[in-house]
């Protein structure tokens, strides 16, 4: 695929792109993966051209979004709940992204390499990930297992996303708490939730100036046994992702993963259906 073509498909699902659609009643990247991708565009609904444009991702181009979305689908709504589980997506930890994070009762990050990828950062991000998570995965495509399997000594997961679009377990991550660092911890929390933990383990926040209060604040943390703060590290990530349920359960599964972390409101989530249908 030629480079064009492969940037107007990022484009197309992103959250900017939908955002202008519903705000707007249009967008450019929207309108120009239409008019290149659909045939017959005006007899068709804008989810079927949505649709059709998703399953062209399936078959020709497996790109970062189809990944996050089929592990979205697959993870979050197939195995689990969105009552009970958290996704989370684009978390810095230490110099890397987490690409993708499931919370229950445990947490398990999950490192995307595409086929279109490389994996010359990969063993520094996963170095990065288990200084605050326990449980990593790499999620790649078939033609990449045996490059990812050479790590087999390693406690991290290997998952495969398969030509169909179906995801392949071959090995489950090993919990490997031993990099943990409260420091790395510490720098993912936003300040409402430090201060809950805080809080909550010590009955109290630091009495000291503005200057000096995100350091006190992490050197409490800091003295927590690595354990609890780690459990509490997670149970406070845990509760970040607030959306409808029974809203976002009218989204097509195309636009699963998009929607999930666009924070919609419900006058959003009509706008978006009536968009859909027209």
Request: net charge positive.
């Amino acid at each position: 695929m030629d480079n064009a073509n492969s940037i107007l498909l990022n484009r197309f699902f992103t959250r900017n792109t939908f955002k202008q659609v519903i705000d707007d009643g249009e967008s450019p990247a929207y309108i120009a993966a239409i008019r290149r991708y659909i045939v017959n565009s005006t007899e068709k609904t804008n989810g079927e051209c949505i649709s059709e444009i998703y399953q062209y991702l399936k078959n020709e181009y497996q790109n970062e979004y189809f990944y996050k979305n089929t592990l979205l689908n697959k993870l979050l709504l197939g195995i689990h709940s969105p009552r009970t589980t958290t996704a989370l997506t684009e978390v810095p930890v230490g110099n890397s992204k987490a690409d993708f994070i499931l919370i229950n009762g445990k947490a398990v990050v999950y490192e995307i390499k595409t086929a279109l990828d490389n994996f010359d950062r990969l063993d520094g991000q996963i170095e990065d990930y288990y200084k605050a998570f326990s449980r990593v995965v790499v999620v790649t495509s078939e033609k990449n297992f045996d490059s990812v399997q050479q790590r087999q000594n390693s406690p991290t997961g290997i998952c495969l996303l398969t030509k169909k679009g179906t995801l392949s377990v071959r090995k489950e991550p090993i919990e490997y708490g031993e990099m943990l660092s409260k420091p790395i911890m510490f720098k993912v929390l936003r300040k409402n939730e430090y201060e809950k933990i805080l809080l909550k383990h010590f009955g109290l926040l630091p009495d000291v100036s503005q200057f000096e209060y995100y350091r006190a604040c992490q050197t409490m943390f800091e003295s927590l046994p690595t354990d609890i703060a780690y459990q509490m590290f997670v149970q406070a990530l845990k509760l970040r992702a607030k959306i409808d349920v029974v809203e976002y359960s009218k989204i097509p599964y195309e636009l699963k993963f998009l929607i999930y972390f666009s924070n919609y409101k419900k006058s959003d989530y009509a706008k978006l259906c009536r968009f859909l249908s027209t």
